[in-house]
């Protein structure tokens, strides 16, 4: 079973405004697609025995149980005040959130989880859980930010994706045209080049000879990368946008006025190891729009 054939989208939930937002954004997203929508609340259980099992840690977990419910029970009304007709379940886990939602990663559409949070969720961008589900995920995962980071969720714009013209943002164009063509708004395809590259020996920056005659062929390579897509999604207006600049600076500047930017995990020029990209990691922690993280598909 591949993540893209599953009718679940997961979220995270913690009570916070974040996690709020994740939530609305969410059931937005699943309405009217024929999905359904998983809220996950996992419990700060680990602390509780931490050093060994004190006095009172039953009554305590009795406690962190409740307002568990109680956090899902309000996320629950708040996805089904976006759609009274969604198929909302909810859960509450001892486990810790981060290998919560990668384990759940592997049967579902996609994880959304906020931009920061309390809870389950401490850190949330500020620390490397973030990170942690976007590098490990199985499935594409949304990290929902707003105007300049705690501002209001964009509703409206394009949706930006990030064409690094290699194997690896090819899943990337696939779920941005599912979402721009969903949402019925054009779509940004943005391919960032500079005159500047690096010896792989030594980390040397040298300047790239005649830049004027790369830029053709960076046009050429975009529009190939968009061909197929294009096809298969006719109704999609597709604005191609080639930059010479630095993918993060360029995809930041573009989040300023999209709803959603889509992005690979890893483009060119990552290091071996390395799950989730420098481009991808500043996109999390600075973007003005919701972030979705697409890995690519496992090979069969």
């Keep these: 079973m591949t993540t893209r054939n599953s009718t679940t989208v997961v979220v995270g939930v913690d009570g916070s405004p974040g996690a709020d937002e994740a939530v ?5 997203l699943v309405s009217g ?16 025995y931490y050093g060994g099992a004190p006095a009172g840690s039953d009554v305590l977990f009795d406690q962190l149980r409740q307002e568990g419910d109680r956090i ?25 959130a981060p290998a919560s939602l990668i384990e759940r990663s592997r049967r579902v559409r996609m994880v959304v989880v906020g931009r920061s949070g309390t809870g389950g969720f401490t850190g949330m ?68 080049w500079n005159d500047v590259t690096y010896d ?37 207006e597709v604005r191609r946008t080639l930059v010479r600049d630095r993918p993060r600076h ?8 999209a709803q959603l930017v889509v992005v690979g995990s890893r483009g060119r020029g990552g290091f071996a190891g390395m799950l989730l990209g420098s481009t991808s990691q500043a996109l999390l922690h600075h973007a003005s729009c919701p972030v979705l993280v697409v890995r690519p598909e496992p090979k069969r």
Aim: net charge negative; with cysteine.
């Design 33 to 48: 697609r024929a999905l359904e929508l998983e809220i996950v609340h996992c419990l700060q259980v680990a602390a509780l």
């Design 200 to 236: 792989s020996a030594d980390s040397t920056a040298r300047l790239m000879p005649q830049p004027e005659s790369i830029e053709p062929a960076e046009e050429r390579l975009l529009a190939q990368r968009l061909a197929g897509w294009q096809e298969k999604h006719p109704e999609v």
């Design 250 to 257: 360029a995809l930041l500047a573009e989040s300023d006025r």
């Design 125 to 192: 961008l500020v620390g490397a859980t973030a990170a942690t589900v976007a590098s490990h995920a199985a499935c594409p995962v949304a990290v929902v930010r707003g105007r300049h980071g705690d501002g209001a969720v964009p509703l409206d714009g394009p949706v930006v994706v990030g064409v690094d013209c290699t194997p690896n943002s090819e899943a990337a164009i696939g779920v941005a045209f599912e979402e721009a063509g969903f949402r019925g708004v054009p779509l940004v395809a943005l391919h960032a």
């Design 72 to 96: 899902v029970t309000k996320a629950r009304e708040q996805a089904l005040s976006v759609d009274a007709a969604l198929i909302v379940r909810t859960e509450v886990l001892t486990d810790a």
């Design 24 to 28: 609305h954004w969410a059931a937005r």
